[in-house]
């Protein structure tokens, strides 16, 4: 109980580090890549973010999923991939040598679809090298480069105002 604390105040002290020194780069590229993260808690249809990768032309194989659930048996699902607690150590190291790829690519784009304040989603999302960063509202700003304010449950309006805003601002092949 003792280390858990201690654990979490370093990781929380390394995302503060990582989101104060983060450098927003909106080029005028067209995206090519896509990348999504999301809790398994709040959301399991799959089907949703193909969709949305269709939409705004994203190959298939240039979009890669992840998901999150702090239930260790959850890893079993059918999409790309699933991460718990135990990937993450101290001072925001990344156990899992499959999260730690996805978060080395550099996706054209990041969504991270989901409202929690679990720290190891805001991690992968910290930690990513995507481009340009899409999510929910979050309490921390930094997060993201467009924060787009909907409820989980409310995909459609969330999908339409990504292909909006990426239609603003020419970031969608035509």
């Known amino acids: 109980m003792f280390l858990r604390a201690f654990k979490e105040n370093s990781n929380k002290k390394y995302l503060n580090k990582l ?10 590229s067209k995206i090519e890549s896509l990348g999504i993260i999301f809790n398994l808690g709040e ?14 032309k994203v190959n298939p194989n240039n979009f890669k999923v992840i998901g999150f659930s702090r239930d260790k048996k959850a890893n079993l699902n059918t999409w ?5 607690p135990d990937d993450f150590g101290w001072n925001g190291v990344i156990k899992h040598v ?10 054209d784009v990041l969504i991270s679809y989901y409202l929690s304040e679990d720290f190891e989603l805001k991690l992968m999302t910290a930690k990513s090298k995507a481009q340009f960063k899409i999510g929910n509202l979050q309490t ?27 239609t603003i601002l020419n970031k969608i092949k035509k």
Do not use: H, M, P, W
């Not at 997060?143 to 105002?161: K, S």
């Open 140 to 166: 921390d700003f930094r997060l993201n480069d467009l924060i787009i304010n909907t409820n989980l449950n409310e995909f459609d309006v969330f999908e339409n105002e990504v292909f909006k805003y990426l």
């Open 80 to 84: 790309d991939l699933c991460f718990n």
């Open 98 to 107: 499959e999260l730690q790829s996805f978060l080395d690519k550099k996706f």
């Open 43 to 56: 959301n399991e249809d799959f089907g949703l973010f193909k969709n949305l990768a269709s939409k705004i």
């Open 19 to 28: 989101l104060s020194n983060r450098y927003v780069n909106v080029g005028d």
